[in-house]
Every structure is written in C-alpha cells, then in structure tokens.
C-alpha cells in the first residue's frame, strides 16, 4: 500500500513530466500533468492509443471545477455536489487550463473527483489536475490491482503507487451536459437510477453517440480468449459444445446455474450482487485469459443498475476485433 512518502514521490514524478499509475475507486489509471501537453503524449504512447480519443482530468475536489472548465451549468453542479468524489465524470467545456492533447482536439473537457484516498492525497500533494485514462494497453482489460498495471505496463510507468484492489471496479459512468439536457455516453459506477433520481428526470442513454468515445470502440475491454454472449440458460450447453469442439473454454456461471455441471477448462461462478459482479468482472476476464482459455462464454445480467455498465463492458469484450 502507498505510504505518505510514496505520494510525495508520486507527485514530484507528475511534476517533472513523468507518468504514475494510480489507484481510484473504478480502475487503476495512468495519469500526468494534465496541463503538460508533451506527458500527456507519453500517456497515448505508452497506451497505444490513438491521439484522438480523450482522456478524463482528475481533479481533487468540487470546489476546483471552475479552474478546468469554461462554464459550469446548474445541472453539472448539481450532479457534482451529489457525486463527488466518486465514478461520475461530466463533460465541459473546455477551460483554457486544459491543453487539446488532453482533449483529443475537442472543445469539449471530462472532469472527475476521484473517491480513493491515495488518488486523493496524490492529487492534494500535486496541487494540479492529473489526466489519466486507464492504465493499460488501448483495447484491453482495464486493470483493478495494481499488479495486473505493472503486468501489462511494466518499466513504461514511472512510478505505479499501490491502493489496493478497486472497491466499483469499472469505469465511472460520464455524462455530457453541455447540452440542454444531460446524457450518458457511457454507463458506469453511478447508476442510471441514481442519477435520474438526483435529476428528477429520465436521462438519455444514446446507443451511438456523436461524440468520440473510446471506451464505445467495437472491441474494448478485451480479454486475448474470445468472448460469446448466449442466453443464460445457454452458458452451460455453449460452454459444453465449445469444449468438445476442441476449445480451452472459460465459463462466466450464472449464479443461478452455481450447481449445474459444466464441461470447461475453466470455471468463473459469478457473484450473485451486481456491486460483487462489477467489482470481480476485469479480474474474472484476466484470469480466464491466465489460465490459457481461448474461448469465454457468458451471458449478459439484466440491464437495471450496475447491471448496465458490466453489459455494456462484456458486450464490447466480445465486439469484432479489427487485428483478427
Ligand atoms: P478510458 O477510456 O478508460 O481510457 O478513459 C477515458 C474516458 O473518458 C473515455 O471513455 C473517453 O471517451 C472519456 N472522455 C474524455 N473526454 C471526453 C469528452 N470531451 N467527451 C466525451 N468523452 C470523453
Ligand atoms: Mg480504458
């Protein structure tokens, strides 16, 4: 675990342009100076990413919006104030502060209060805002210890400050509103529910957005094994069908379906809590792909609370891959 020196340490690396892995309550990121446009190249270096997509500025509380953004609406500030620190990112306009490297070119900025305590303490001792997607390679599963970043990343970070495992586990949820009504372009942490009820009105959840949004690539969160969504009634004949045409198969069990037999190389049974689910799915992916399975069946939960992010995240595990 991070101790005070390692934060100082951490902090000093961001201040002279390099790149630290750090630990937020969603996934581990790799974050730099936001305002450092030449660290914040490194970070699509590093990741593989294409300059085009944006990245998430991590800022350590509410009260420093207006430091990063050109205009905060009442709806933002609302939002803000319900969800911060937490998995909630808002899109802005971009505030003069931010460089366009770290906005993919857009006039467009997404801010969020990380709710860790090391994010927490890195970005009091920095002082500045730290833009940071996730911590690994553009396309694959995103990390939740910091043992699965120095994995992927290895001596490509700087520095990797530990936190421990990722109590949400996916993404935060990123609502744009610079519209005249707030939208969802991804599901995440915060719960659609949640945020209707903070909002007092349904909130959209655009199947395809306009604006650039990596995390909507075809295939994203990608374990190496691919991945088949059946019914879940279906996961224990698929995965049996799989198996027997040669195929190291990896099984995502429902919960429901704990004690039925399978016939798979290995065995995943999903938690029955959606938190547990959410928390365990990166983990779950990487450690199928560890135990040598080419093939990951498994079916989607109902989308109602986290249940949306964990099907928007394995449905785009098992997206079409362009280098396949
Ligand atoms: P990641 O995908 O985990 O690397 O984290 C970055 C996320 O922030 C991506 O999903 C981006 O789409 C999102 N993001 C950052 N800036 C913007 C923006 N201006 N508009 C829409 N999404 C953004
Ligand atoms: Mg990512």
Known sequence: MATASDIEKAAEVLRTGGLVALPTETVYGLGANAEDPAA?????????????????VHIGGAEHLDEWVEEVPATARLLAGHFWPGPLTLVLRRGRRVPLEATGGLETVAVRVPDHPVALALLSAFGGGVTAPSANRFGSVSPTTADHVR????????????????GVGVESTIVDVTGETPSILRPGGVTREDLEAVLGCPIEVPSTSHVRVPGQHPSHYAPRARVVLVEPEEVVAEAGRAQEEGHQVGVFLPAASADAPVKAHAVVTLPESLDAYARGLYGFLRELDQQGCDLIVASLPAEQGLGLAIANRLRRAAGPRSSQ
């Open 40 to 56: 914040v190249a490194r970070i699509f270096q590093v990741k593989g990413r294409p300059p085009s997509h944006p990245l998430i």
């Open 151 to 166: 994995a992927e990343l290895g001596d490509a970070v700087d520095f990797v400050l530990d936190g421990g495992s990722c």
